[in-house]
């Protein structure tokens, strides 16, 4: 029993050996332990994330199908004006190319049938764009500038029988703009006489604020004041659907006009005299129609004869218009 046997001095070697191996042990069980917390930790995690995602995406469908009629409306519309400025002409060349077919497409109706007047309508329009691209593309090339004139003429000329063709009545709005362009287009070869003549019928029979304030600037830039001041009455006073785009500008060149006049003239007495405006009438306490653009006058009532008093201003009016 003294002497150890070999057998029992190996348990005890291998007894030590397994205190350092447990001690090795219980540090491995502890960081096992750690890691697989750590790996429930993260588990737990990604549930949670994925969790708050699937809500994030249900919130987003939710929203994208309330708003998607709208964005719909603002991709569509914003597709359809880069389509439409990417189809627009940047030069002498690419007006030809544009227009030239559509004309002759335009033109092909007509050989097969001659009564088609929505065909008279867009082939004049069409040689009226192309003469408005190719003008301001000509520069100072006098060929191109006279093939800009010819298809001026040339949309004058199917204006004029496309509104032949429909009784010249402008009842619709191809044919006010049909009219229009056409005054436009004899504007653009300064035929100013023929312009201002057909942009006072338009006017007159379709009561056309657009006519009317064509006419203004045409009167104004031939120095002819009174006549434009009675234009751009018609503007303010009109109640045709297109006045409101031009109501507010006609006002601004109703008061440059006035202020220009009082200069010339010495005030706004001499101003009503000479353009025969509300005489015998008291603007500021008149709130109809008739007064809709006091603001750019700011007139007070003046004495007249009794001859004068009489007058019918809206007669007046149409003779000093009708005297251009």
Request: glycine share 4%; proline share 2%.
């Amino acid at each position: 029993m003294a002497q150890k046997s070999d057998a029992q001095k190996k348990k005890n070697k291998g007894n030590k050996l397994n205190a350092q191996q447990q001690k090795r042990a219980a540090a491995k069980r502890v960081a096992r332990a750690e890691e697989k917390a750590a790996k429930i930790k993260k588990k737990d995690k990604k549930k949670r994330t994925g969790k708050e995602i699937a809500i994030i995406v249900v919130s987003v469908v939710m929203v994208v199908s309330i708003l998607l009629p709208s964005l719909s409306s603002i991709i569509n519309k914003s597709s359809s004006s880069s389509s439409s400025n990417s189809d627009e002409p940047t030069s002498y060349e690419e007006a030809q190319d544009k227009y030239q077919p559509l004309v002759d497409e335009q033109q092909a109706k007509l050989d097969k049938d001659s009564n088609d007047t929505q065909a008279m309508y867009d082939l004049a329009t069409n040689y009226y764009n192309w003469a408005g691209k190719a003008s301001s593309y000509a520069s100072s090339d006098d060929d191109k500038k006279n093939f800009a004139n010819d298809l001026y003429q040339k949309a004058i000329d199917e204006y004029t029988t496309y509104l032949d063709a429909t009784g010249n009545d402008f009842d619709t709005t191809d044919e006010k703009t049909a009219a229009l362009n056409r005054a436009m287009a004899n504007k653009s070869l300064e035929k100013n006489d023929e312009a201002k003549q057909q942009l006072e019928d338009l006017g007159n029979k379709a009561n056309y604020a657009s006519a009317w304030a064509q006419l203004g600037m045409l009167y104004e830039n031939d120095s002819e004041s009174d006549k434009a001041m009675l234009a751009f009455e018609k503007v303010v006073n009109s109640k045709d659907s297109s006045a409101s785009n031009y109501r507010s500008w006609a006002v601004q060149r109703l008061q440059a006009l006035r202020k220009k006049k009082q200069s010339d003239t010495g005030g706004p007495e001499a101003l009503i005299l000479k353009c025969n405006f509300w005489q015998g009438a008291d603007p500021a306490s008149d709130t109809s129609s008739n007064f809709a653009s006091v603001a750019a006058f700011r007139v007070h009532k003046i004495e007249t004869s009794s001859s004068d008093s009489g007058s019918d201003t809206s007669s007046n009016t149409t003779s000093d218009s009708s005297s251009s």
